[in-house]
């Protein structure tokens, strides 16, 4: 199968182009004829030995080479920077949106302020979402929940498809055994944004009466290391919680092969995680949020706290790991379990082209849609003069016809 | 029977197509049948604008007139013979060219230029395998288009011949220093190609090349073509001229050359068969290579400059092989039994 690929590509700072993009690129490109297309000036030299990098101008799209392939996929995030002039070519070119947030709004009110409203509920977001992809014959989500909400609008194929994840180095090869013995070392890692509940965590650390037996170690960007501080401070946890701040990611891979339990809360956004994946990778039990993508996580890989009682179940977490560790260790082991093959690239590759041939035995009715939408705006200004619906119901007939669809009557 | 032909015209561009038309009409009548033609208007672009044309003709009603029952349709063009009749015969010359076998073509192609040509193209070709099913019976007017509605929708068609317009009044006459080549002044039709034969061959030859460019412009392109290859004097263009000048210049050609690219019938071949001439084609010129037969009533050559102008050497320094090729090609001609009374009975049957 022929297949476009518009993403952001490395060396861009974008998750989507080095984390997920390099992933997938290998399955992908030994499973399918792929060009990579960008507007990028500048792209790692060694992409071009898994497919072809072309360029693109908004005002000169080559049209003709981009019709050779049989699909196109255009990667969407929230960020503006790096998504704008894809989503901009996504409007014309009808094709697969992967859609790596389903809220859009940060994406909207930066590129294009003034086309959407202002969305202040989900309904709205969504709303909005559906609008900027009306072009789109199938779009491919990370969570169930996304996958729920977007199939009601009955308008494309939707498709959920869970995140890739490639082992890294370590955690194929040889891992420090664990010690499962204490203090045992607690990892946050990530960009510590106000969702990840830290200062709850360190609240739940700060008053566990064994708070003695653990360690906490905190990697990646702190969104208010002031606010950080000050809760270490005022649960006195000095020497037990250790800022690491930013590390490289094979200081952070070596820091997971020798930890013993995650913290991976996420509340109120649950979307799924590569973070989660990542985790899994090594084996490791973590405590997650029940919320979103990962209320769904199966209770032998993972340990759920209720965003309502959140303080009172990490605690309890915690006190159950110090008298069984080796249930937690369980839970490792079954996450790990769970991550292959459900998370492998080539089982999101192969997804991705099942995806593809479903939309293009679709896409003949995709054309035969937009003429609906033609046929009721011609007729509209004298549909009301109509004493009966015949008229209409012959135009929806014949366009049945053109879709190969049955009639109705 | 009351019978009507359902059409389509690009309004201001004549051709095969529409003599086509017009031919079957006659022929209907002269059977004893009330005929006549339904041409729908018909613009291709932007590719949205073709699937709008599909409904309109999905939404016609020729099953009756003033309460008078239509009682066949036969269906030519994409997208007339979409038209529904619950007695309708298909005799299609072709489909939409550019949704098949030119949807990729250097020089031909038009939907792939556009970001919803794929779509439009899919959609396309999803109605034709589902509602040319609705006729009775499908014919082609010939095995080029025969294959292609095989090879891209899996529909069998039986390709029917039909003599080509005024046959009655070809005949021939010594052959003159030139060759013919009548058609519409456009790319698919290849007045390049000849024009940059001609600059490439060792005798004087000499083209006289009759018809209307579809585009002012393009015709004006391929005389300033001949200009610049200074052949201007070895080259004629016969815009308008009549059907009785036109039998008169393939009867006194010395051959015809008629390279079109993937022609679905053409004319010419037929009429240059008529007039017993030899023709010039090329591999790749569809219709045409149903009747040449390669040194025997003309030359079939690779479509480029070098075989081009040395088929046309070949024939202008042998008379006689001209003269026994195009006296072959009328007898061919002959044996193929064309005639438009058995086009009407089978249309009809």
């Known amino acids: ?395 929806a007939n014949e366009i049945l016809s053109l879709s190969g669809q049955a009639r109705t009557r | 029977m009351r019978v009507i032909i359902a059409t389509v015209h690009v309004p201001f561009i004549r051709g095969g197509a529409e003599l086509h038309a017009e031919g079957l009409q006659r022929a209907l009548i002269a059977a004893g049948h009330e005929a006549e033609i339904v041409a729908v208007p018909f613009k291709w672009y932007p590719p949205q604008r073709v699937l709008d044309h599909m409904l309109a003709c999905r939404l016609f009603d020729l099953t009756e007139v003033a309460g008078t029952a239509v009682d066949l349709v036969i269906g030519l063009r994409f997208p007339a013979y979409l038209i529904p009749h619950p007695n309708k015969v298909l005799w299609i010359l072709h489909q939409h060219r550019t949704a098949y076998e030119l949807w990729n073509h250097p020089s031909l192609s038009d939907l792939i230029h556009y970001p919803d040509g794929a779509v439009t193209r899919d959609a396309i070709r999803q109605a034709d395998r589902n509602l040319i099913s609705e006729a009775k019976l499908v014919f082609a007017n010939s095995q080029n288009v025969a294959r292609r509605l095989k090879e891209y929708c899996g529909i069998s068609a039986k390709p029917l011949y039909h003599p080509p317009p005024n046959a009655e009044k070809y005949y021939t006459a010594a052959a003159e220093d030139f060759f013919f080549f009548p058609s519409r002044i456009c790319v698919p039709k290849r007045q390049e190609l000849v024009l940059r034969a001609l600059k490439k061959t060792r005798q004087p030859v000499r083209v006289r090349f009759a018809g209307t460019p579809d585009r002012a412009a393009y015709g004006d392109e391929m005389k300033s073509l001949s200009r610049k290859l200074r052949i201007s004097d070895r080259v004629e263009w016969l815009e308008e001229a009549t059907d009785d000048e036109l039998v008169d210049q393939y009867a006194r050609c010395l051959g015809v050359i008629y390279p079109p690219i993937d022609e679905d019938y053409g004319y010419v071949t037929l009429e240059a068969m008529l007039a017993a001439k030899p023709v010039i084609t090329c591999t790749d010129s569809g219709g045409p290579l149903e009747f040449v037969q390669n040194a025997s009533t003309g030359l079939i050559v690779a479509p480029d400059e070098e075989a081009v102008a040395e088929a046309l050497d070949r024939i202008w320094t042998d008379r006689e092989e001209a003269q026994r090729w195009g006296e072959a090609g009328r007898n061919a001609y002959e044996s193929l039994g064309l005639s438009w009374a058995r086009v009407v009975k089978e249309l009809t049957a």
């Open chain 1, 1 to 395: 199968m022929k297949v476009n690929w518009f993403c952001p590509l490395p060396p861009a700072r974008s998750g989507i182009a080095v984390d997920f993009f390099r992933t997938i690129l290998p399955a992908l490109s030994s499973r399918a004829e792929v060009t990579l297309w960008t507007d990028q000036t500048d792209w790692s030299a060694d992409l071009a030995s898994h497919a072809p990098v072309r360029t693109f101008r908004l005002k000169e799209m080559p049209w003709p080479e981009l019709n050779q392939a049989d699909i196109t996929f255009f990667n969407l995030g929230n960020n503006h920077l790096f998504h704008g002039t894809i989503w901009e070519v996504s409007r014309l070119l009808p094709g697969i949106a992967i859609l790596h947030d389903l809220r859009l709004d940060d994406f909207f009110e930066n590129w294009c302020p003034g086309l959407f409203p202002p969305s202040s509920s989900l309904d709205q977001s969504l709303n909005n979402l559906r609008v900027a992809l009306e072009n789109s014959l199938g779009i491919v989500v990370h969570t169930e929940d996304a996958y729920e909400r977007l199939n009601t609008f009955n308008r494309w194929i939707v498709a959920h498809v869970p995140l890739p994840f490639a082992l890294p180095p370590l955690a194929n090869g040889a891992r420090r055994k664990r010690s499962l013995a204490p203090p045992y070392r607690l990892i946050v890692f990530g960009f510590i944004h106000q969702n990840r509940r830290l200062t709850a965590l360190l609240e739940a650390l700060g008053t566990l009466p064994d708070r003695d037996r653990f360690r906490l170690e905190i990697y990646g960007e702190l969104w208010r290391p002031d606010l950080v501080k000050e809760t270490i401070a005022k649960y006195g946890l000095q020497r037990q919680a250790i800022i690491k701040g930013f590390v490289a990611e094979t200081a952070l891979d070596e820091a997971l092969a020798s930890a013993d339990l995650v913290i991976n809360l996420r509340y109120p956004s649950g979307e799924a995680s590569g973070s989660q994946l990542r985790i899994w990778s090594h084996g490791l039990p973590s405590i997650v949020t029940r919320a979103g993508w990962f209320a769904r996580l199966p209770e032998t890989a993972v340990a759920h706290v209720s965003p309502e009682r959140e303080v009172a179940d990490i605690q309890e977490h915690l006190n159950h790991f110090l008298i069984d560790p080796e249930r937690f260790a369980r839970m490792g082991t079954e996450g790990k379990r769970l991550l292959y093959p459900r998370h492998a690239p080539e089982t999101y590759v192969d997804a991705l082209l099942e995806l593809s041939a479903e939309v293009l035995e679709f896409r003949p009715r995709a054309a035969v849609h937009q003429l609906v939408r033609r046929a009721g705006e011609r007729m509209s200004p004298w549909i009301g003069s109509f004493h009966s619906n015949d008229p209409l119901r012959s135009v």
